[in-house]
């Protein structure tokens, strides 16, 4: 690769690492072409991007990122990153499922949040809810209020209706054996 080349995609991959939401280091030694493409394609699938890259242009990438010498022990053997813009659980998501189906593909570490993980902090952050999951529980935690409102204030009339109903019931019921009775 010519200089200009490196350059570039240490640019790129700068900025991308810059903007990521969290970054998943693996070691992918020893994985089939099948194993590699069916991974990548599942990255792919939860909006993940996905690459091998050597270790030293990672390392003058990661320069003047947040990520600045936190990852530096993990930058060893062959390395593939895998990161995401929008969700921070979503590469440790993906990277902790392959690694439970390929043993060949093992978790080296992250980054989230200004923090290095080591490999069971990756599995941590892999069982978070995502994005989606947690924008349904706030909407389901907003819904239960005015919820529980409508029912306590309803409550006393629906209570008064059954009474009524039930009390109405009871007098049929005698009133039904009176007539059988008399005739």
Do not use: H, W
């Amino acid at each position: 690769m010519e200089r200009g080349d490196k350059e570039t995609n240490i640019s790129m991959l700068k900025d991308k690492l810059a903007k990521a939401q969290s970054l998943v280091l693996a070691d992918f030694r020893g994985l089939t072409v099948e194993a590699d493409t069916k991974l990548r394609n599942e990255f792919r699938s939860s909006g993940c991007e996905y690459r091998v890259i050597k270790n030293a242009l990672l390392g003058i990438a990661m320069k003047g990122t947040p990520m600045e010498g936190t990852l530096d022990k993990l930058l060893a053997g062959p390395t593939a990153i895998a990161y995401s813009f929008e969700d921070p659980a979503a590469p440790a998501k993906v990277a902790a499922k392959i690694a439970k189906q390929e043993e060949k593909f093992t978790i080296k570490g992250g980054y989230v949040d200004g923090r290095a993980l080591d490999v069971k902090g990756v599995e941590a952050l892999s069982v978070l809810p995502g994005k989606d999951e947690l924008r349904a529980t706030f909407l389901a935690t907003l819904l239960a209020v005015p919820q529980n409102f409508l029912r306590l204030t309803t409550a006393a009339q629906q209570n008064f209706v059954y009474l009524v109903s039930a009390r109405e019931r009871e007098l049929e019921g005698k009133g039904g054996a009176e007539k059988s009775g008399t005739e």
